[in-house]
């Protein structure tokens, strides 16, 4: 069955940096586009970032345009995301999904399958 396993989340200092990582199991990943999304307390989920299935394109919010990177290992089965220059604002938990498509978009709709999450929480 198809997993997906987020991991790398934890506590940062404002200005500080984490990497998260999603392992994913169950499908063949490099056939599917991957995107990251959060959900902070209190609000809707927002998404973060998403990258193709054979890493061509991406995109990125505009709140973390510059701040965060994302990238996948299809030969690990692992997409990564990568954050610097972290802020309260960030504080979320953070959630990967897997595509139904090769490409990565802004619509709920096209996720099959989301991880458990993992919090991130960013304060001094």
């Known amino acids: 069955q198809v997993q997906l396993v987020e991991s790398g989340g934890g506590l940062a200092q404002p200005g500080g940096s984490l990497r998260l990582s999603c392992a994913a199991s169950?499908?063949?990943?490099?056939?599917?586009?991957m995107t990251w999304a959060r959900r902070a307390p209190g609000k809707g989920l927002e998404w973060v970032s998403g990258?193709?299935?054979?890493?061509?394109?991406?995109y990125y919010e505009d709140s973390v345009k510059g701040r965060f990177t994302i990238s996948r290992d299809n030969a690990k089965n692992t997409v990564t995301l990568q954050m610097n220059s972290l802020k309260p604002e960030d504080t979320a938990v953070y959630y990967c999904?897997?595509?139904?498509?090769?490409?990565?978009?802004?619509?709920?709709?096209?996720?099959?399958?989301w991880g458990q999450g993992t919090q991130v929480t960013v304060s001094s």
């Open positions: 990258i193709w299935a054979d890493g061509s394109d991406t």
């Open positions: 169950g499908f063949t990943f490099s056939n599917y586009g």
């Open positions: 999904a897997k595509s139904i498509f090769i490409r990565a978009t802004r619509e709920v709709y096209e996720y099959d399958y």
